[in-house]
């Protein structure tokens, strides 16, 4: 592994465990000023992006809405792999999300691609079941509201 390949998976573990964390300026840290999250699986089953989050505004919009919605947020068994090129950062995990205050339990399979770009990250792609997801019955939050209406 290069040096190259090292510091993108270094950003990526960072990047989670932040996450994880429940840990929003962590993140941002972690993150370009036109960063990116697209959610690609619609629930309407089509092919356009369920969510798309534009800037590291709107990204961190997202980012805090998770962390108001649940109290636990865990990827377990994660593994990682990193492009030849070391430009991108994929993780396969399984979803470990709680939610006390709404007595709600999320498990979701995950796959994540990061785009890493001067060892922060310029786009994640997150792919879950959206069913998953839509079967909790959660408002959307202003972030996400404004990610479907674009």
């Known amino acids: 592994m290069t040096t190259n390949h090292e510091t993108a ?9 932040a996450f994880e964390g429940r840990d929003p300026q962590g993140v941002r840290a972690l993150l ?3 960063a990116n ?4 699986l619609s629930i309407e089953g089509t092919p356009d992006p369920w969510y798309v989050f534009d800037g590291i505004e709107h990204v ?6 998770v962390a108001a919605k649940f109290d636990h947020v865990a990827f377990l068994d ?11 950062v994929f993780l396969q995990a399984n979803g470990d999300i709680l939610s006390t205050a709404e007595q709600l ?3 979701n399979v995950y796959v994540f691609r990061l785009d890493i770009q001067d060892a922060k990250v310029a ?3 997150e792919y879950a079941n959206p069913v998953a997801y839509a079967n909790l019955g ?12 674009r």
């Open 123 to 125: 786009k994640v792609w």
């Open 138 to 149: 959660i408002k959307n939050s202003d972030a996400e509201a404004a990610a479907q209406a």
């Open 60 to 65: 961190m919009g997202y980012i805090e809405s």
């Open 78 to 88: 994660k593994v990682y792999t990193v492009s030849e090129d070391a430009k991108s």
């Open 37 to 40: 999250i697209t959610i690609p």
């Open 105 to 107: 339990v999320y498990r």
């Open 9 to 17: 998976l270094d950003t990526a573990k960072a990047l989670f465990a």
């Open 32 to 34: 370009v000023p036109h």
